[in-house]
């Protein structure tokens, strides 16, 4: 089982809906979430930093499930620009230990 | 200037070539990474250095060899490559290497032929 687990999509969404998608994750002993999201050729960038009481950026949000062991990304309203790779990390008790999963691929339509 | 910043953007080197790849950081951040990100496959952490030191080798290869002369900046010393490490490579910079929140340079292109 690999560590840290995406569907890959792509999710093909027309403007103005909502998506989601989660990621799971193997070690229960994983203490920290992130998403960070890619746009096509470019370099990873962080979107937002997942909380166990979860968390809440404008239109995204972001849940952590312990007993799971899964996290989600949901997003509001979305937009064109929303369009890209979103990356789902999980850092281990360790101190450096950072895993990436393989990203899920999102796509607006207008 | 940008936070983190990657040179060259893009090289292509023969597998008898020896080339460097620079990375600089000016957030004033105190830990550096390097990461391979090959296509359809999760970036992989190769190398992190926290105030000058190692903290962790991810049974990277030997051809890859990085140094991290201060704390700003970080090299990436190639030689002998091969064609499957043709792959985009990413350094990125945290406040400290117990952070996730990681700083991405736009990467180096590499192309082995």
């Known amino acids: 089982r690999k560590e840290v687990e995406q569907d890959p999509g792509p999710f093909n969404v027309p403007e103005g809906a909502t998506v989601a998608f989660n990621c799971t994750y193997s070690?229960?002993?994983?203490?920290?979430f992130f998403w960070y999201r890619q746009d096509c050729r470019k370099e990873p960038k962080l979107l937002m930093s997942?909380?166990?009481s979860g968390n809440e950026d404008g239109r995204f949000t972001a849940q952590l499930n312990r007993a799971s062991q899964y996290i989600s990304l949901l997003i509001r309203d979305s937009k064109l620009s929303d369009s890209a790779t979103y990356l789902c990390?999980?850092?281990?008790?360790?101190?450096?230990?950072?895993?990436f999963g393989s990203g899920t691929r999102l796509s607006i339509r207008p | 200037e940008t936070g983190v910043t990657q040179t060259p953007r893009h090289l292509v080197m023969g597998m008898t070539n020896k080339k460097s790849l620079k990375c600089e950081q000016h957030?004033?951040?105190?830990?550096m990474y390097w990461y391979k990100q090959s296509a359809k496959k999760p970036l992989e952490l190769m190398f992190v250095?926290?105030?000058?030191?190692?903290?962790e080798n991810n049974s990277v290869p030997s051809r890859f060899s990085p140094e991290c002369p201060n704390s700003s900046h970080l090299f990436l010393h190639l030689h002998t490559l091969q064609p499957e490490d043709s792959a985009l490579y990413l350094c990125?910079?945290?406040?400290?290497?117990?952070?996730?929140?990681?700083?991405f340079g736009e990467g180096s292109r590499l192309t082995v032929l």
């Open positions: 990390v999980v850092k281990d008790s360790s101190a450096s230990k950072i895993i």
């Open positions: 990125a910079s945290s406040q400290d290497y117990r952070s996730g929140e990681l700083f």
């Open positions: 997942v909380y166990s």
């Open positions: 070690n229960s002993a994983s203490q920290s």
């Open positions: 250095y926290s105030l000058e030191e190692r903290v």
């Open positions: 957030l004033g951040h105190n830990a």
